[in-house]
């Protein structure tokens, strides 16, 4: 299977994040019902499941099309990622009047968010690009 690469890589991309976001829409679900959230939450839980996995996808598609595969770590190339999801994502927050969501939090969490995409893309987008041969 050597055919279509940037397609399989498109689909190793978007395989992780994917779950992952449903658990965040059961909880977020569950938090609405229960605790009577307020209504630009809802927007905002959209930007990640439309974006995050797509992006996700792209990203690894760049990664084998500009045939850097074998010259940069794959753990190092997504732990780029949250460097332009951080920004995104705080642009939404100010559109959708988030207040509670700071410049300050994305600062402080982004060290966070590089280790655990350097993990999740080191492990898991890496096996997910090995067994589909693109590694």
């Known amino acids: 299977m050597k055919t279509h690469p ?18 965040i829409a059961i909880g977020f679900t569950i938090a609405r019902a229960s605790f009577h959230m307020s209504a630009p939450l809802e927007h905002a839980i959209i930007f990640p499941m439309a974006v995050v996995p797509n992006l996700w996808g792209v990203w690894n598609m760049l990664r084998i099309a500009s045939r850097t595969a074998d010259k940069w770590p794959i753990g190092l190339h997504g732990a780029l990622l949250p460097l332009v999801l951080i920004p995104l994502g705080l642009l939404l927050a100010r ?10 939090v994305g600062l402080a969490l982004a060290p966070v968010a590089i280790g655990v995409y350097y993990l999740a893309w080191k492990y898991l987008v890496g096996y997910c690009n090995d067994v589909l041969g693109i590694a």
Do not use: E, K, N, S
């Open 95 to 104: 559109v959708l009047g988030l207040d509670f969501i700071r410049p300050a």
């Open 6 to 23: 940037l397609l399989r890589a498109y689909m190793a991309g978007i395989v992780v994040p994917t779950p992952f976001l449903i658990v």
